[in-house]
């Protein structure tokens, strides 16, 4: 599938020269049934020199997860900010207390709590839901942006994950933090038998006619067959088919595409049909569907069938 010269893998492969972290998932749904915080588990699932990759121990490592995100969302990038959250300084949502919370944290890096012990700096997090939590608790939120349930409902026999709020510090957005976090990612899914992950990623602006060539690239070159496709909702929906494909060129669209979409394209995703704005954080949002299926083998291979290459 999507073989060939110049296939979204081989073009990136072209143009990108390493994978590096990139702008926070927007998502707009909200459950609509009472919640109620899982137990957080703390097992180290790899390491890099002094940063370890996890999932969040308790509420208060996603309370610090949370401080992250708006650091990057609010403070760098141009999210608007309502009065609790500027209150707070915490990027947070209902989502956030049935959610796993994958950190990446820096043993050179320490800080001291309330209670004055050392602790390492939480430096990167991925939001993750998987299908029967999310079931649970009123949908995936992605559903606020693109119709994924009738994608979920086509797929019976298989197990969907979520993933959002990527977001890195400024100073570890590099290929080994990027690595580890994708590690980890993999870990997860090999150990919840995972068939699917989809999500929104980012690009900044909320004008698609500024980014039309984005946009464009991805459409002619990266959107999912009709059997993985899904749409984005009535109301939101932009079209991404902005520019003819001969009027593209490719590496200038390639390098202006945010690092993490970079990335998806080279594990072998796809995109959906259609864009969607947001206008809270500011971006133009584009859906990225990823079957285990379809990753790209030498991904596969390089991370380990086990997962073992930054394993503790």
Same mark, same amino acid.
């Given at each position: ?26 998502n707009?749904a909200?459950?609509?049934h009472?919640?109620?915080t899982p137990v957080k ?15 969040a121990?308790?509420?208060k490592?996603?309370?610090?997860a ?15 900010a ?8 915490r990027?947070?949502?209902?989502f956030?207390a049935?959610?796993?919370?994958l ?9 001291r709590?309330?209670?004055? +012990?050392?602790? $390492?700096a939480i =430096?990167?997090?991925y939001?993750? #839901?998987?299908?029967? *939590?999310?079931d649970?608790?009123?949908?995936f939120?992605?559903?606020?942006e ?6 979920i ?6 197990r969907f994950?979520e ?15 990027v690595e580890?976090?994708?590690?980890g ?57 902005r520019l ?10 390639? +390098?202006?595409? $945010?690092?993490? =979409?970079?990335g998806?394209?080279? #594990?072998?995703?796809? *995109?959906?049909?259609g864009a ?5 954080f ?7 569907i990823?079957?285990v299926s ?7 291979n390089?991370y ?9």
């Open positions: 599938m999507r073989q060939g010269l110049f296939s979204p893998r081989n073009l990136v492969r072209r143009f990108t020269p390493v994978m590096r972290s990139g702008a926070a998932m927007a707009v909200r459950p609509v009472p919640i109620r588990t703390g097992e180290t699932l790899g390491r890099i020199g002094s940063l370890e990759v996890r999932m121990r308790n509420f490592e996603v309370k610090k949370q401080r992250l995100r708006y650091d990057v969302f609010y403070e760098e990038m141009s999210a608007i309502d009065a609790h959250t500027l209150a707070t300084r990027d947070a949502d209902p956030d049935y959610c796993d919370h950190l990446v944290l820096d043993h050179a890096s320490m800080k709590n309330k209670l004055g +012990r050392l602790q $390492p =430096v990167g997090t939001r993750i #839901l998987r299908q029967e *939590i999310a649970r608790h009123g949908g939120y992605t559903a606020g693109y119709n994924i349930q009738a994608l409902d086509a797929n019976p026999g298989k994950m993933l959002g709020r990527s977001c890195v510090l400024k100073p570890y957005r590099n290929k080994k933090t580890l976090l994708w590690h990612i993999w870990a997860y899914v090999l150990r919840h038998k995972i068939d699917v992950m989809l999500g929104c990623a980012s690009i900044e602006g909320t004008n698609p006619d500024a980014v039309a060539g984005q946009l464009s690239f991805l459409h002619h070159n990266a959107r999912a067959p009709e059997e993985w496709r899904v749409r984005a909702v009535g109301d939101r929906y932009v079209e991404m088919n003819p494909a001969d009027a593209i060129n490719a590496k200038e669209a390639l +390098r202006a595409l $945010p690092p993490l =979409v970079k998806y394209l080279r #594990l072998g995703a796809f *995109i959906g049909d969607v704005v947001d206008h809270q500011g971006t133009t949002d584009v859906l990225i990823m079957p379809e990753l790209n083998t030498r991904y596969v390089y380990g069938a086990d997962a073992g290459r930054y394993s503790s």
